[in-house]
């Protein structure tokens, strides 16, 4: 078995299950019932992790990167055009320069 996700949040786990199966891959979920201990173990290592076989391996990263990337394409943030602090997407104005930048234009962000 390989790792394919890992997140900490164990719905989200569950989510990228659900969508793997819907491509008839089988995944497994690891350490959802170890969260409930995550005060007495280092935390990164009771993350819940989705596990397929490898044959499935290099699939299931390319659905959950396509997942990853189409959730990224609804926000969460804007970058303010005038301080070029990071704003929520409910945001209109930034918060800290209170500039309108209404353009968020994720896909056109220049690196
Ligand atoms: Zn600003």
């Keep these: 078995m390989k790792r394919v996700?890992?997140?900490?949040?164990?719905?989200?786990?569950?989510?990228?299950?659900?969508?793997?199966?819907?491509?008839?891959?089988?995944?497994?979920?690891?350490?959802?019932?170890l969260f409930s201990v995550a005060g007495e173990v280092p935390f990164i290592e009771c993350m819940p992790e989705v596990w397929v076989?490898?044959?499935?391996?290099?699939?299931?990263?390319?659905?959950?990167a396509e997942?990853?990337?189409?959730?990224?394409?609804?926000?969460?943030?804007?970058?303010?055009?005038?301080?070029?602090?990071?704003?929520?997407i409910s945001y209109s104005v930034c918060w800290k320069c209170q500039s309108s930048d209404e353009k968020p234009m994720l896909d056109e962000e220049p690196c």
Aim: glycine share 4%.
């Design 5 to 33: 996700y890992s997140t900490e949040i164990l719905a989200n786990a569950w989510h990228i299950r659900n969508v793997l199966e819907q491509y008839d891959i089988d995944s497994v979920i690891r350490n959802e019932n």
């Design 67 to 88: 997942l990853e990337s189409s959730s990224q394409a609804e926000g969460p943030d804007w970058k303010c055009s005038e301080c070029g602090e990071s704003n929520m």
């Design 53 to 64: 076989k490898p044959l499935y391996y290099r699939r299931a990263k390319q659905i959950i």
